[in-house]
């Protein structure tokens, strides 16, 4: 296969009129960014960048050092080329405001900076997660661009896409058009194309769940699960596996590449929270990336790209992958 760079990609989708100029330049930049991200992650203990940073984010989470270094990257890379309204981000409780000194650009840029960073200290991979929006008229002609302007429901989103800092350092990418693999070839600094129109298989025989919450999981999570653990020795037509990396990116690059489901359910262990993660810019550009793959997401009770979102750092329940087997468990949530 000839080597089809990014930008080559990109400048493709510009010409079959799938995105503009401006959210060219903007995957291009997050691109750099991730880059920069990856190579800082690379570099682990070899730096002083590994460990808590000392602080805690907005989700009240130890952040660690390199939390906070690619939150940075991100900010200062986006934030001068008037491509942005806005950037939102897990570890800031509120929207970054474009500096004055800059032009403001019609789009919103949400992201997750490092997401599994608890993993960065034991040499587990881990990954950004980014969502573009368009910012509304009616916010773009205030000075300060609001929470309000991010609260659209994920079927809104004009690109999704994430980093995997794994033995290579890979970035997947949806623009709506089908999902594309780009692996980062550190000799020239590109990244290449190396996986087209990446599918979910329907089925499969691999789920990922943090199964020490079980007793605290809703009556269909527990038949469910209940069902993959017996395998054949009960309800199911075969024998099921088990992965969970503790770290989204990681589990779900697995599933987009071989299949699986991955569950982060609502539970009981904290009636506060329906779920852990967060639906802006983890759960949201997730789904996209695997419905544009041919496999579904749900919260057990709705799409989640209908969501209609109520507070930028909210959390909903996740279940992805594999389209057969997260319309089964997402039955279970209706009977
Ligand atoms: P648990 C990482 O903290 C994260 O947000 C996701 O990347 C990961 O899938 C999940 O939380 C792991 O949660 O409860 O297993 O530590």
Redesign the pocket.
Known sequence: MSRITLSHYLIQQQREDRICAELRFLVEVVARAVKAIGNAVGKGGLTNSLGEAGGENVQGEVQKKLDVIANDILLEANEWGGHLAAMASEEMDLPHQIPNRYPKGEFLLLFDPL????NIDVNISVGTIFSVLRCPEQASATAEIGEEAFLQAGSQQLVAGYAVYGAATQLVLTVGSGVQAFTLDRETGSFVLTSESMRVPEDTKEYAI?AS?ARWWEAPVQRYIGELVAGKSGAREKDFNMR?V????A?VHRILTRGGIFM?PKDTKDPTKPG??RLMY?ANPMAMIIEQAGGAATTGYQRILDVQPEKLHQRVPVILGSKNEVERVTAYHQS
């Not at 997401?115 to 608890?118: A, I, L, P, V, W």
């Not at 503790?246 to 990116?249: A, L, Y």
């Open positions: 997401d599994g960073s608890s943090n919450n969970w503790g770290s989204m990116v589990d982060y852990k993660l983890e």
